[in-house]
């Protein structure tokens, strides 16, 4: 039997991943010790292997087939535009994707005037205000701290993730519009999928019994 190759999250999403993967029985020990350099991790009597990567590399590892499974935001899912199976919701690491802004800039986002959007992801922006046959807008890409370009005047509005909303009302800055709900999902890759279906369909069951 070959090894079934798991991408997971790194980060925020991680001590989530591994307890749900736990909950149907597969554990990886080493992987907890969070001062370990180590890269990768077999469980050689279930013939599996787990490696945790950067959010927007995990898509990338599952379309080559580097990864036979990934477990990633949608968010991440929707940004990167992989040629994957999204497979199923798994509950955690619920937020939304919002257009968000001070009160004032809510007139814009109904006029026609340009406007400038800051986000982390540029794609999901252009798509969503593609949609909206709204005005053409100007995306600046960021990579943290989204909230600042409004309060500094980067950008009329952002276009970022929204969980408890703390960030907006410490900044005095609203939903404005949302983009789409988000959450963890399971992704496999295509070939992976057809090769072995039998071993991912039965992991498929055991976390929708266990969620
Ligand atoms: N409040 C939140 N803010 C950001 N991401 C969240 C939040 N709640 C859940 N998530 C999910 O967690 C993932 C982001 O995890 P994390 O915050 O570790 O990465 P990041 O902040 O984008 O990475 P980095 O710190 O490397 O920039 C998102 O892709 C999203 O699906
Ligand atoms: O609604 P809240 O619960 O406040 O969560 C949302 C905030 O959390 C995320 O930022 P993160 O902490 O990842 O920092 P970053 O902006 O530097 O990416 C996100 O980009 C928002 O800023």
């Not at 999204?86 to 006029?111: H, N, Q, T, Y």
């Not at 949302?178 to 071993?199: D, G, H, I, T, Y």
């Amino acid at each position: 039997m070959r090894y079934l190759t798991f991408a997971l999250t790194k980060g925020r999403l991680a001590d989530k991943t591994l307890a749900l993967l736990e909950k149907t029985g597969i554990t990886c020990e080493e992987m907890k010790d969070k001062d370990s350099r180590k890269l990768i991790f077999v469980n050689e009597e279930l013939k599996m292997r787990f490696f945790l990567a950067k959010g927007p590399d995990v898509p990338t590892y599952v379309e080559y087939g580097a990864a036979d499974i990934g477990i990633v935001g949608k968010d991440t899912i929707l940004e990167e535009g992989r040629k994957l199976y999204e497979v199923m919701d798994l509950g955690f690491g619920a937020c939304r994707m919002c257009v968000c802004g001070p009160e004032s800039a809510k007139p814009l986002l109904a006029s026609n005037q340009l406007i400038r959007v800051a986000t982390k992801y540029p794609n999901i922006a252009k798509d969503y205000f593609y949609n909206k046959k709204h005005q053409t807008v100007e995306i600046i890409k960021l990579n943290g701290s989204i909230e600042l370009a409004p309060i500094v005047g980067l950008s009329e509005v952002i276009v970022d993730i929204v969980e408890t909303g703390s960030t907006l009302r410490e900044n005095g800055l609203k939903v404005l519009e949302e983009v789409c709900p988000l959450s963890a999902r399971m992704v496999v890759n295509q070939v992976s999928m057809k090769m072995e279906n039998e071993r991912i369909s039965k992991l498929i069951e055991e976390l929708r019994e266990v969620i």
